[in-house]
């Protein structure tokens, strides 16, 4: 779920669009010359999306987790020209589901120049675009919008008005001497200024039910209505709305009309493979020390159990967001480390993981009879998963002989001490000459390249599952480990 710029909520997308080419047409006549051809925001997706399939390309690259099940949903509801909602539990990717549909539009269409809601020059709706057409013919001024521009949204909130979605009358224009009926003295709302592309309304449950029925007509008819005015705008819009499941949110609903009025409702999930949620977090969050693979794997792991866990509500869901801080929480502990220590390449270690739940704690909601215990409810989970990323790293017969000598190292009474103080360095100066030591950094980071950070952390690592499985004893004081203390 590629980085990607975060509109404000509210507005329209309308930063970061490349320059307009210069050989693109400027005045309607030229336009009419080149050939252009109007079409539709679902034609232009409808055709965009189709050449995609036949190209074997994806059809909305950067959404992970969604491939096999809600991306084909998607993509029979574009082909069908439906509007849709998803529908699912916070943190699953809606609203970058829903952003990524620009990338389905043209990358360029004519607009009036000037004109607030986007009017095809060829067949302008509006009154003032109307009017400059009969006056200026060909001359008519041509702009040209980025497919990045083509997108507005809106949190919806319980202030939200019809003004703020469709329009209202502007006492500006009124006072500048215009008569009260004139549709030229309409302020649009994000609605029609959303014309000709792709407008999403995030949490729509949380809409006012009398403004969702201003929506109605949006929906259905494709235009819209502003306090009594003799005007009809068609629209040209692709709707999306997302939602969290309604047994949960409990402060709204999407009123019958307007759900029956959407093409589609679409189930959103968290990732169902290990694997989807670890290209998630490399995709997502913003690592500026060296995460190892072994890590990722153990929060991939630790957010699966924080989901299935009995002692969560569940019905809240626990957000993708949940493991993305928790591996930049560990990042954040090895920077911290290496500012302390000195160490040339900060890498984050799994005794780090336990300085990182506490700040977890406002991400998850736990039920009811677990309060008083959420932090060591966590620690526990996040050990489980550790334990289970070391069997999977470890458990394997051939690396059985070097878990060994490990354990022998500390049954002849020699202790290692770890923190999220300590050097890698100084670990490893303290277990000393280990022949191992190679064929378990091979076993759990054959990718990445060696160092003493990676090998430090593979060592702890390893060492931590010993203790995990009672193999060896563990002491942790005031931020201080020391393995193999009795």
Not at 61 to 68: K, L, N, T
Not at 97 to 116: A, F, K, S, Y
Not at 320 to 337: H, K, N, V
Request: proline share 6%; hydrophobic share 40%; glycine share 8%.
């Amino acid at each position: 779920m590629a980085k990607s710029p975060q509109p404000t909520y509210g507005q329209q997308v309308t930063n970061f669009a490349p320059n307009v080419p210069a050989d693109l047409p400027r005045a309607l006549g030229a336009l009419v010359a080149s050939g252009f051809q109007s079409r539709t925001v679902k034609q232009e997706m409808q055709a965009n999306l189709l050449s995609r399939l036949r190209a074997g390309e994806p059809s909305l690259p950067g959404i992970v987790g969604f491939q096999d099940t809600v991306i084909p949903q998607v993509e029979r509801s574009i082909l069908a020209g439906h509007d849709l909602v998803l529908l699912g539990e916070r943190g699953q990717g809606k609203t970058r589901l829903i952003r990524t549909l620009t990338q389905l539009l043209d990358e360029w269409i004519p607009v009036v120049e000037g004109c607030e809601i986007n009017d095809d020059p060829l067949e302008p709706i509006c009154a003032g675009c109307r009017r400059r057409l009969a006056e200026l013919g060909d001359d008519l001024p041509v702009s040209w919008r980025h497919r990045s521009q083509r997108f507005g949204e809106k949190l919806a909130t319980p202030d939200t008005s019809v003004a703020d979605l469709i329009g209202d009358v502007d006492p500006v224009k009124i006072a500048e001497g215009r008569s009260l009926g004139d549709p030229e003295t309409i302020h649009y709302g994000l609605v029609p200024r959303t014309n000709r592309g792709i407008f999403a309304m995030n949490e729509l449950p949380d809409l006012a039910e009398r403004i969702q029925v201003a929506l109605l007509n949006v929906l259905e008819e494709r235009d819209i209505q502003v306090r009594g005015y003799n005007l009809r705008l068609p629209l040209d819009l692709l709707v999306v709305a997302s939602a969290n499941p309604e047994d949960y949110t409990n402060r709204g609903r999407i009123i019958t009309p307007l759900k029956d009025r959407f093409g589609a409702e679409i189930r959103t999930h968290y990732p169902l493979d290990l694997d989807d949620e670890v290209d998630l977090i490399r995709q997502e969050a913003n690592i500026q020390a060296v995460v190892p693979d072994h890590l990722l794997d153990i929060v991939a792991r630790f957010t699966t159990e924080v989901r299935s866990s009995s002692s969560i509500d569940q019905r809240s869901g626990v957000s993708a967001r949940f493991a993305i801080a928790c591996t930049e929480a560990l990042s954040g502990a090895a920077l911290r480390r290496s500012a302390i220590t000195g160490e040339k390449e900060p890498v984050a270690r799994v005794g780090d993981l336990m300085g990182v739940v506490p700040t977890l704690r406002g991400k998850v909601e736990f039920d009811v009879s677990e309060e008083g215990r959420e932090q060591e409810l966590l620690i526990h989970l996040a050990r489980k998963a550790t334990a289970e990323t070391w069997r999977h790293c470890l458990g394997g017969n051939d690396i059985r002989p070097v878990l060994t000598s490990l354990v022998e190292w500390f049954d002849a009474g020699n202790t290692l001490q770890t923190g999220d103080e300590t050097a890698g360095d100084a670990l490893l100066g303290e277990l000393g000459q280990f022949d191992g030591l190679g064929k378990l950094m091979e076993a759990i980071e054959p990718e990445l390249a060696e160092s003493p950070g990676l090998a430090a952390s593979c060592v702890e690592f390893a060492i931590e599952g010993l203790w995990l499985t009672r193999r060896i004893d563990k002491d942790a004081v005031d931020g201080v480990i020391r393995y193999g203390a009795s």
